[in-house]
């Protein structure tokens, strides 16, 4: 049979009773062979468990040491820190969506209470909840753990940019702003600004409608509207309507008074609360002026500013009162202006005596 010594070396052990074949007559044999590497994996086997660590072998049997392992802790550990965040950033986003609804929903009521023009409802509704909006997702970002310093610096960058490439726009944008918020006129007041007279016919963003009495149309910008001095002529209900009347010099002033008293008082649209005011305002050359100022409604203005001339003609010329027109007394003192007589005008004298001369010598 076989045996192996302390050393681990094959060795031959005679069986003289079975007549077996030592290892000299083994030889190469395939028994040899086998044994051979049997004792070669004892001896590994051997090796590895006398100088064998006990916690590796515990990872080995646990398999902690293994990247599949690794990659479950770490994919635990980007879970534990990452899903409240997640959590919590859908939390903030739908709360934010419905107080942004809120916003717009109470922005609109306070605008519709103000009665602010419906551009203006519109525009500032929008913005507000464009701006609301993109502050909701960078707050949410932050949450999330991406930094949206760098997205927001370079947003700053973008909006310096085009701000200083469309300085003007912007300017009349702020104008309609101003213009639509503060409401120094609306649609429908007759305003003047400048060389600019008109009723407004809308306000935008960017620019004014104003139409004229021709029925043309001007565009006026808004910063110009929102930054210079204008007259809104309709923007109370009653307004006063300035009316001159002259009358001749000569003319009985007292019963000039009576007679454009009673133009006025004829007239129903004319307001008797303010009182109409009427007095000598200027002595002219040809002419004593009368100012004559009454109160109407925005609404008749017009129709009174173009009959009440019309009616005081006529009643002028009903009472015999007499209109002037431009004219000039002009005196002439006879011995001022009588020529004296001239000498009479020798030949030599003439200068056109040698041109006839001339020609009656070609003839």
Aim: include cysteine.
């Amino acid at each position: 049979m076989l045996l192996l010594d302390e050393t681990g070396n094959l060795v031959a052990a005679a069986a003289a009773a079975t007549n077996a074949p030592t290892v000299d007559s083994l030889g190469n044999s395939e028994l040899v062979q086998t044994a051979i590497e049997a004792d070669s994996i004892k001896k590994t086997l051997v090796d590895s468990l006398t100088h064998m660590n006990v916690d590796d072998f515990k990872a080995v049997v646990t398999g902690e040491n293994t990247l599949i392992k690794d990659a479950l802790s770490s994919l635990l550990d980007i879970s534990v820190a990452f899903v409240p965040k997640m959590i919590g950033a859908i939390a903030v986003l739908w709360i934010g969506w419905k107080l942004i609804k809120l916003l717009k929903k109470t922005l609109t009521k306070l605008l519709e209470k103000r009665g602010a023009e419906p551009t203006l409802k519109g525009f500032l509704t929008s913005l507000v909840d464009v701006l609301m909006k993109v502050m909701l997702v960078i707050m949410v970002m932050d949450i999330i753990g991406i930094k949206a310093t760098s997205f927001i610096a370079i947003l700053g960058a973008a909006g310096l940019a085009i701000g200083m490439a469309l300085q003007g726009t912007l300017q009349n944008f702020a104008g309609g702003v101003i213009l639509l918020l503060m409401r120094p006129f609306k649609a429908g007041d007759y305003i003047e600004c400048g060389n600019y007279k008109g009723y407004v016919k809308e306000i935008r963003i960017f620019h004014t409608l104003i139409r004229p009495f021709n029925g043309r149309i001007i565009i006026v910008p808004n910063s110009e509207l929102a930054t210079k001095s204008l007259i809104n002529h309709t923007k109370e209900p009653v307004i006063r309507l300035d009316v001159v009347a002259s009358v001749a010099y000569g003319t009985d002033l007292d019963f000039a008074r009576k007679v454009i008293e009673e133009v006025i008082n004829s007239d129903p649209l004319v307001k008797r609360d303010p009182a109409p005011s009427i007095c000598v305002s200027d002595l002219n050359n040809s002419s004593v002026d009368w100012s004559i100022w009454v109160w109407a409604s925005v609404d008749d203005y017009w129709t009174i500013w173009k009959r009440i001339r019309e009616n005081l003609y006529k009643a002028f010329n009903e009472y015999g009162i007499g209109i002037p027109y431009p004219q000039m007394d002009v005196h002439i003192n006879p011995e001022a202006v009588t020529p004296k007589k001239a000498a009479p005008l020798q030949k030599n004298d003439d200068p056109i005596a040698p041109l006839m001369d001339n020609i009656g010598s070609d003839e």
